[in-house]
């Protein structure tokens, strides 16, 4: 038998990231025979500088595709910038095969934003501080 410990830490190293990550695709890639999985950036980027000022993180897996990060600064905001990169986002999403989209976002940040293009809650989780939660949304593709 093994021997192991068991360690807590708020570091995670590229060791972890790797050991855990690649173990947990191989698993599902030899379950399900079916590898899909691909990162997806959708960035926005200053003319002048070249530099990243906001944008759209996430992935594609096994047929779905995942939001996991959003942030535009406040001058981009309200004027059709978000929505153009989400429509794009769901676009690549719809070219990689996925099917449908998921997401959460904190209910003091944008659920109405998403709701408005089509996405549907399916769970809610309160979180700190008092009165805010996390709410979780998917679109068919």
């Known amino acids: 038998m093994m021997e192991h410990a068991i360690e807590i830490t708020d570091e995670i190293t590229d060791e972890m990231n790797s ?19 691909k990162p997806l950036a959708v960035v926005i980027k200053d003319l002048k500088t070249g ?6 993180l996430g ?8 939001i996991e990060l959003v942030y535009l600064p406040m001058a981009l905001r309200n004027n059709g910038v978000g929505s153009a990169l989400l429509e794009i986002f769901e676009n690549e999403g719809r070219a990689r095969g996925c099917m449908s989209a998921v997401l959460y976002t904190i209910s003091f940040q944008a659920p109405e934003f998403y709701e408005k293009h089509g996405w549907s809650r399916f769970g809610e989780v309160p979180c700190n501080p008092p009165g805010t939660s996390r709410i979780f949304l998917s679109k068919p593709l």
Do not use: P, Q, W
């Open 19 to 37: 050991v855990i990550g690649d173990g947990l695709n191989a698993y599902n890639d030899e379950i399900t025979k079916y590898s899909d999985r």
């Open 51 to 56: 530099k990243v000022i906001g944008g759209m």
């Open 59 to 66: 992935r594609s897996s096994l047929g779905l595709l995942f």
